[in-house]
């Protein structure tokens, strides 16, 4: 007891305070001594005093409105009032007041007005630790009021952010189902742009795409944008949408350091964004003047619908992939077909041309074989035999010769040397060579040529070959006391030659197929022939740069024609291969 702790004594009897402190300034105490109501009050400030002992009778102002008092200043200072045994109305109103004891005078035994003190001071002390544990846990409490207060303003702000971003969610859920249930890629970039228009507040966007390792080109943009595109179409301007594609990260233009094209006009506050799908840059989209507060729904946005682009593009190219392969099946097919019809007529034409050597050749080795039994035979006889076998030689020449020529002539092996010619002549030429054979057989024939038509620019041996496998063909299928007429007429720039008959005509179906190799549209009624003539006549007249057809009617005859270019003074005579 007595750690420097401060008493002050109240009473107007110096004696009492002497009493007081003769004891306890023993003991440690600082004593101050009031022998007056206002001084003692004057000296009462809050924690000056741990115990004041005060006198309950105080003449002015008595020891009870004292007591008061101090607890108003100092609610710790702990008071024991002391008075006679007769002041016990006193005593009471005092403990009312809160005082901590009455020490009853005179004072006998010293041990109860310690006692008393050693009470009050414990009590003092209590109270005093309750107040620093008041104080802790006032800070506790304001401490975690303030956590309080901060998680709930995160609480509402997160709420807020949540309800910003409800739109934006939503967009994202309706851009990512569109985009899986779209199968076209065009259409569901339109989306995307929309979506960002609808719900970022985004006035202007712009989509690339990378094509293979080429530089990105514009697939989608805002309907607002227009003459906005200009600015992506120069090379120049490619510096920051490359530098996204390269680096993967988003660059706004308070980050470039480069310059943007045409003095940034339609897109202010530009950001790039990558559009990143399967570790590689899909492309790139420009946004112009993004919302900052709204940058990360933005990146979600993007990512999102990356991915389901990413899905589609592969999707298409897997669907154009397996369209080419069946679109190759199909050629492949074709031409499949095609090469076995082409050895199907092959081996047709080879069994044909082994039976129209074998008739000549068995015919000679007959004639030949007779000259060489008979020798005595008329000399007369003998030489009918002779002029069989020369007639049957000529018929296996022209067999192979005109085999052979075809081949020539489709391997580009024959040297046509065009000059000028005049049409009539040659067929005038043509039709005296058929006229005694057509006599034979009571055919007319006959050469109506237009008066003075151009010289045309032709290899007189080609085109002479040409205009022969037409006669022969119109004699061919001409029957006795048919008509054939040859004409030539002009058709600037060309001149046109026909041959025409009053023959059996050919099917229409077979119309242009007659001008194939090997075909033949009447094998079964007329003999002979190789299904060849008229391919080396299309041939021929290909390589002069001209046309040939053919009208038919069935039962009534052909005309087949072709035309020949007009020679024209400033056209040399060339030599063509
Ligand atoms: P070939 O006469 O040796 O069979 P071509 O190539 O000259 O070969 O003729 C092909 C086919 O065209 C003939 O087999 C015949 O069916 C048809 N053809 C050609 N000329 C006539 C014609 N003047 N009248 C009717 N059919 C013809």
Redesign the pocket.
């Known amino acids: 007891m007595g750690l420097q702790e401060k008493i002050l004594v109240v009473d107007t009897d110096q004696g009492v305070f002497k009493y007081l402190s003769a004891r306890l300034a023993k003991n440690g105490f600082l004593m101050q001594y009031a022998s007056d109501s206002l001084e003692a009050i004057e000296l009462v400030k809050p924690g000056s005093f741990d115990i004041a002992i005060v006198e309950v009778d105080m003449p002015e102002i008595n020891g009870v409105t004292i007591l008061k008092r101090f607890k108003e200043i100092d609610p710790y200072l702990q008071v024991l009032m002391m008075g006679n045994t007769g002041d016990a109305r006193q005593a009471m109103g005092a403990l009312k007041y809160k005082a901590a004891d009455f020490l009853v005078k005179p004072f006998g035994d010293f041990g109860d007005i310690g006692a008393a003190i050693g009470r009050s001071l414990k009590e003092k002390r209590l109270h005093m630790e309750n107040k620093a544990l008041l104080k802790e846990l006032e800070a506790a409490n304001r401490e975690l009021s303030e956590k309080v207060k901060e998680k709930t303003r995160e609480l509402r702000d997160l709420n807020l952010l949540m309800l910003d971003y409800t739109e934006e969610l939503a967009t994202v859920i309706q851009g990512i189902t569109y985009l899986q249930m779209s199968a076209d890629s065009r259409q569901a970039v339109e989306k995307i742009v929309e979506g960002l228009e609808k719900n970022f507040r985004i006035d202007k966007a712009c989509l690339l795409l990378c094509e293979q390792g080429n530089m990105p080109v514009v697939i989608g943009h805002s309907s607002s944008l227009g003459p906005g595109l200009m600015e992506f179409s120069s090379e120049k301007s490619m510096g920051p949408v490359m530098e996204t594609v390269k680096t993967g990260r988003s660059l706004s233009w308070t980050e470039y350091a480069g310059d943007w094209p045409q003095g940034r006009k339609v897109f202010k506050e530009w950001a790039i964004f990558p559009m990143r799908a399967r570790n590689e840059v899909l492309g790139v989209l420009i946004v112009n003047a993004p919302d900052r507060e709204k940058l990360d729904a933005l990146r979600i946005y993007i990512n999102m619908f990356t991915l389901g682009l990413s899905n589609l593009l592969l999707f298409e190219e897997v669907q154009k992939n397996g369209k080419e392969l069946a679109a190759k099946k199909d050629e492949l097919e074709k031409a499949n077909a095609r090469l076995r019809e082409l050895d199907a007529l092959k081996t047709n034409f080879m069994n044909m041309v082994v039976h129209d050597i074998r008739t000549p050749l068995t015919s000679i080795k007959a004639y030949t074989d007779l000259i060489i039994m008979y020798k005595d035979k008329p000399e007369k006889t003998k030489e009918q035999f002779a002029q069989i076998i020369k007639s049957e030689c000529g018929r296996l020449e022209t067999l192979v010769n ?1 085999f052979l020529n075809l081949e020539k002539i489709e391997s580009g092996n024959v040297d046509f040397v065009f000059e000028p010619a005049c049409a009539q002549d040659l067929l005038e030429h043509f039709v005296s060579v058929y006229k005694a054979v057509a006599d034979a057989r009571k055919i007319k024939i006959a050469l109506d040529c237009e008066k003075d038509l151009p010289l045309v620019g032709i290899d007189k041996d080609g085109i002479g070959q040409v205009v022969s ?2 006669l ?3 004699m ?3 029957p006795e006391n048919g008509d054939i007429r040859v004409g030539a007429r002009l058709l600037d720039p060309f001149v046109e030659i026909s ?1 025409q ?1 009053n ?4 099917p229409g179906n ?1 119309l242009s197929a ?2 194939n ?1 090997f ?5 079964k009624k ?1 003999k ?10 299309k041939n021929i007249i290909e390589r002069h740069g001209g046309n040939i057809g ?1 009208e ?1 009617e069935e039962g009534k ?2 005309r ?1 024609y072709f035309t020949l270019k007009i020679h024209r003074e400033a056209e040399p005579g060339t030599s063509l291969k």
């Open positions: 005109n496998n037409l022969s063909n119109a061919k299928f001409t041959v008959d023959g059996p005509g050919i077979m007659v001008f190799k075909t033949q549209a009447h094998r007329v002979g022939g190789t299904g060849l003539g008229l391919a080396i006549a053919v038919s005859g052909s087949f």
